[in-house]
């Protein structure tokens, strides 16, 4: 994969890209204005595996496309300084890169506000001096994109949980699925034994949890699982994923082993990520007869207890979509979950009993809906009852 990955933006690294400007954009939005932002805090963009900047048919890659959303923010509540830190293990590329980093910067209207930072090598090597950038920037986006799964977990999230840095950054992860697989098809000890660290667990443990079958598949739910556990000792409230397609022969597949994730505190975060998601799927997917799965595993979580409205987004947003199986409709935004609430509502199949009834739609006369655009503490006051028959 990682040969000729420089040449063209593949499509579904476009996917990619695509989903990173739009989050990105959306976190400087959000931290611009968020309640414990100060006029003197400062924003920090750091891309660990940042390759060349552009790709040689002139698409811009990770580094590029963030100081390119950055210079084009330009809110009232604008960041008085930005640190960007990016890190490149390849000597070539990481040369490219500085060339590239430093004509784009002059094309910049921003360019006396962002401090780049550009260093060759591993980086952790380079821990020390991001924990010092991290700690002097309150906000913030952290991007891990290799090729395979080489990142160092347990530095990875040392450094997230490092004191000052923890909460209020949010971070974006490329996973590859099949990279796991090919390891355990090889029976390599070593090798298992670093897939089994980036999990966090033993080898033993590792090798009773994947599920092999008789033809020696596995089922990518159990990967999920093992992240999202790995992920929540970054203390993140939200841990979200999804598939994103493979590219062969110039078209996108419907495969389901390239991951996003993306851990925040931010529940418009979370929202946003799920947005850019069904902003992509409908670009290319679609099916006549379908059963929505986001109709059925709202109507499994709400079956048995009353849940609130934030427990239940949740639930919801932790399990990770797949590009292979899943439609737009089954991604869990807040619009799309709480439309169907509503259904649910109109149906007098479940009613809600809130807190505040600012969060009920006033224009609502015959039944009790819910408006949909709600903050996290508004969603734990909505608690969801099923109506049993
Ligand atoms: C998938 S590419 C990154 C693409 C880039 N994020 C983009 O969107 O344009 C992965 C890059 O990480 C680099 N890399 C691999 N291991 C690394 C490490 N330990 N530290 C820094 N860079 C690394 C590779 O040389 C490669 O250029």
């Not at 799965?293 to 109507?299: A, G, M, P, S, V």
Request: aromatic residues 12%; proline residues 2%; charged residues 25%.
């Amino acid at each position: 994969m990682s040969d000729g990955y420089f040449n063209e933006e593949l499509l579904n690294t476009e996917i990619k890209h695509n989903v990173l400007k739009r989050v990105l954009l959306k976190s400087l939005a959000i931290s611009s204005v968020a309640r414990l932002r100060e006029d003197t805090d400062l924003y920090a963009f750091v891309d660990l595996y940042a390759g060349e900047g552009i790709h040689e048919d002139g698409k811009l890659g990770s580094p590029l496309i963030a100081l390119e959303t950055i210079d084009s923010f330009t809110y009232i509540n604008d960041f008085i300084k930005y640190k960007c830190l990016f890190t490149e293990i390849d000597e070539v590329r990481c040369n490219k890169l500085k060339q590239n980093l430093s004509s784009y910067k002059k094309s910049m209207k921003k360019q006396e506000k962002i401090e780049i930072i550009c260093k060759k090598g591993d980086w952790c090597e380079f821990a020390e001096s991001m924990i010092e950038m991290l700690k002097e920037t309150k906000w913030g986006f952290i991007f891990a994109d290799p090729f395979a799964n080489q990142i160092n977990m347990d530095l990875f999230i040392n450094i997230l949980n490092t004191e000052y840095i923890y909460s209020l950054k949010d971070i974006m992860i490329f996973v590859n699925y099949n990279a796991f697989k090919r390891i355990i098809g090889t029976g390599n000890k070593e090798l298992i034994q670093k897939v089994a660290d980036f999990f966090g667990i033993t080898v033993d443990k590792f090798n009773s949890e994947i599920n092999t079958d008789s033809s020696g598949n596995i089922d990518f739910k159990i990967f999920n699982e093992l992240l999202i556990d790995r992920l929540k000792e970054t203390n993140k409230d939200f841990i979200s994923g999804f598939s994103i397609p493979n590219t062969k022969n110039g078209k996108l597949t419907n495969s389901d082993y390239f991951f996003l994730i993306f851990c925040t505190t931010d529940i418009n975060m979370v929202d946003e990520f799920y947005k850019c998601l069904i902003n992509e799927m409908v670009k290319v997917k679609s099916e006549t007869t379908y059963i929505c799965t986001l109709h059925q595993k709202i109507n499994n979580a709400i079956l048995a207890n009353p849940i609130t409205l934030l427990a239940l987004f949740k639930v919801l947003t932790s399990s990770f979509i797949s590009w292979k199986y899943n439609l737009p409709e089954d991604v869990p935004t807040k619009n799309q979950i709480i439309d169907y609430l509503n259904d649910l509502s109109k149906k007098g199949l479940i009613t809600f009993k809130v807190k505040d009834n600012s969060v009920l739609s006033k224009r609502s006369r015959s039944f009790i809906k819910l408006n949909k655009n709600l903050t996290k503490n508004h969603m734990d006051g909505v608690l969801i009852t099923n109506v049993k028959e």
